[in-house]
């Protein structure tokens, strides 16, 4: 397959520059379902013969930790194309919840990993691969986990984005103003996304 044919779908900036120079098709969503699936339509628009949702995901499983690469088989009831499957290197026979919300709390992530058995959740895959069936285009997921299921999320983190997914940085420096206490955890979390960071850019450079 054309490598400059296939699209990216993105949550966050930061995501779209762990793609820069690979000559891939990127599409920003600004973390919500409504807008990965508005990136993807753009992408096809735009002349991509395939789609890849690519980016952190939040852990549900407790055995996983941050970093943890996620290339499921399925998204919901769709499945994931066998060809791109091969070109990422394989299934990792993980589960991917498409989610409409952020789990927030270690409760939520619990109850939401008892009742699918989905090992982590994203806010893109889903919408994306329900644009793709509906263009009969080509899909896969590549994800890594950021936040392990066992931790909750600080509320700076639920804050951070605007709606072209760039890291509000004002409103989290104001949070953190009113909550101290929630630095050490918001210093974790940024740990262990920049570990599922660099696991998704040496994934990406093993390509072929």
């Known amino acids: 397959m054309n490598h400059s044919k296939i699209g990216f779908v993105v949550g966050l900036t ?22 990965a699936a508005r990136a993807a339509e ?9 789609l ?7 852990g ?32 990792t026979h993980q589960k991917i919840y498409a989610g409409d919300e952020i789990a927030v709390t270690s409760e939520q992530k619990s109850a939401i990993f008892n009742a699918t058995w989905a090992d982590a959740i994203d806010l893109e895959s889903g919408a994306m691969a329900a644009v793709a069936a509906r263009g009969n285009i ?33 409103p989290i420096l104001l949070s953190v103003l009113q909550n101290p206490s929630q630095t050490a955890v918001l210093m974790a979390l940024a740990g262990d996304a920049a570990k599922a960071r660099k696991a998704l850019v040496q994934k990406i450079k093993s390509l072929p």
């Open 14 to 35: 930061a995501e779209a520059a762990l793609l820069k120079n690979t000559g891939f098709m990127v599409g920003v969503g600004g973390g919500t379902p409504t807008g």
């Open 42 to 50: 753009d992408l096809i628009a735009n002349g991509a013969a395939a």
């Open 52 to 58: 890849v949702s690519f980016g952190l995901a939040g």
């Open 60 to 91: 549900l499983n407790p055995e996983l930790a941050a970093g943890t690469i996620i290339i499921p088989a399925t998204v919901n009831d769709y499945a994931c194309d066998l060809d791109l499957l091969a070109w990422l290197g394989g299934a």
């Open 138 to 170: 080509p899909f896969a997921v590549l994800r890594a986990i950021a936040d392990p299921a066992t931790r909750a999320l600080p509320p700076a983190a639920l804050i951070a984005l605007n709606a072209g997914g760039q890291i509000k940085l004002l």
